[in-house]
């Protein structure tokens, strides 16, 4: 089976769309790299530099310093998918990413997106 196309898009092509996503709802491109940083343990300039190499979105998430455990806690529907029944591992983080990109523009508390408090 073919892959999806979204695997060998590079990242950098969608990140200003996240963070014009969360501008127009009144967050910041910091919040934005908070919630990435969050999930996949890129610190600010390992993220600029996925950036500037237009790393694809496959091997972003591959190469991810340290994919934070609680992301198993993001649960929803994205795209009409459920994400916490994606199979795919790949196609799961980014619809983890999706999801959390989702939330800080529906204006949920950063606490609430980064599961604090939450068992």
Known sequence: MAKH???TTSFASVYPLYVAK????GRTKAEVDQVISWLTGYGQ???EAQLEKQTDFETFFAKAPKINPS???I???VCGVR?????????REIR????????LAKGKAMDK??????P
Request: proline letters at 3%.
């Open 96 to 103: 983890y990413l999706d999801k959390l990109i989702d939330e």
């Open 45 to 47: 300039k390992e993220l």
């Open 75 to 77: 649960t929803g529907v």
């Open 113 to 118: 997106i980064l599961r604090k408090n939450e």
């Open 22 to 25: 969360a501008k127009k709802k």
């Open 71 to 73: 992301r198993a806690l």
């Open 83 to 91: 994400v916490e029944e994606i199979k795919e591992p790949t196609m």
């Open 5 to 7: 196309r979204i695997y």
